[in-house]
């Protein structure tokens, strides 16, 4: 285990301790919206007027902590939705599992969806047979669920993360990839390798990957491309710049004409932003959308709801900082004037 993994939740440890000997403990933002089941990675769409959420469904499967993420041992998807922003949220139950999906056999992670034409589309990843994370499609005429998957996944895919942004004038767009347990560092020669092969601090960084769809929503029409993400020169973030370089999580949305990229810096748990002109990119740095969360891990949405734009995030509060027990919340988004977001600070040790 490398000390990368060690190190915070080290110091997550002692944060909790100092905030147990405060009056006021711990500050949190907001509160977790649904108490009675871990979840986490949440990706929020309006279908139908109704808000849904496609998270990861966290358990407690007793696997030892690593940077692989191998406690991370998900066996199935939950889809919940709420009416409105602050209204009741609902549990649709187990909209699918892995043992329904031929090809999977374990680790089902951060998941997304998309709808066209009156169908919904879950996408996901999984370890197959050779623990080698793919990612697959599953498919519901109900937004709930529950879905079906391709006996196969996706052919072009890989890694994590998957991410669907549908554009303007239909065109579908995913994105995916993660580093460290997320294995897109295994995939620099374009075909997967079991040894990591991370870039020189000073080099070039890892960067997200995109494809548009094709109209089945099933299958990339176009070879796989870098989403590369430069600094204000114009110049791509480099590997060892690890508070701004990306990590995992990507999510595109669309705001006054430019399109967003936000993901994970992991190591450093914040959640930050970089603009374009293209769903293809390149972007540009931008800055954070939000401080560290009580827990290791980050990962979020941005929505439109009712003419006002809203953060989608996970922490650990329910578990007490267990980072592989999480729970999902919300809260709003800003953009500024300028086109820059609001920083959001989600939680302080100390108390407010």
Excluded: C
């Amino acid at each position: 285990m490398r000390l990368g993994f060690l190190a915070p939740m080290l110091a997550l440890g002692v944060a909790l301790a100092a905030a147990a000997q405060t009056s006021s403990g711990p500050w949190f933002l907001d509160q977790p919206l649904l108490p009675g089941i871990y979840t986490a990675d949440p990706s929020a769409h309006v279908f139908g007027g109704r808000l849904y959420l496609y998270p990861s469904h966290d358990i407690d499967a007793g696997v030892p902590a690593d940077d692989l993420g191998s406690h991370f041992a998900m066996r199935d998807y939950h889809v919940l939705s709420m009416d409105r922003i602050g209204g009741a949220v609902k549990d649709h139950g187990v909209a699918l599992d892995i043992a329904s999906v031929p090809w999977a056999k374990r680790q089902m992670w951060a998941p997304d969806a998309a709808e066209r034409g009156g169908q919904y589309y879950l996408y996901f990843p999984a370890k197959d047979a050779r623990d080698v994370f793919r990612i697959g499609v599953a498919v519901s005429s109900n937004p709930a669920g529950p879905f079906k998957a391709d006996p196969e996944p996706i052919d072009g895919a890989f890694s994590i993360d998957p991410a669907v942004f549908r554009d303007a004038d239909g065109a579908a767009y995913l994105y995916f990839g993660g580093i460290w347990g997320g294995q897109l560092q295994r995939w620099a020669s374009g075909a997967y390798q079991a040894k990591d092969a991370y870039p020189a601090p000073g080099a070039p960084a890892l960067m997200p990957k995109v494809a548009r769809l094709r109209d089945d929503m099933r299958h990339l029409a176009e070879p796989v491309r870098d989403v590369i993400i430069n600094d204000a020169e114009g110049r791509p973030l480099t590997y060892g710049d690890n508070t701004r370089r990306f990590f995992e999580a990507t999510w595109v949305h669309r705001y006054n004409g430019k399109y967003y990229l936000s993901y994970s810096t992991g190591d450093t748990h914040f959640l930050v932003y970089a603009t374009g002109d293209s769903p293809y990119g390149p972007f540009t740095y931008r800055g954070r959308i939000m401080e560290p969360v009580l827990g290791w891990t980050t990962h979020h949405s941005i929505v439109e709801s009712e003419g006002k734009w809203y953060l989608f995030y996970h922490d650990a509060q329910l578990s007490k900082g267990q980072t592989h027990l999480r729970n999902v919340k919300v809260t709003p988004l800003v953009h500024r004037p300028d086109g820059t977001i609001e920083t959001i600070v989600p939680y302080r040790a100390g108390g407010r």
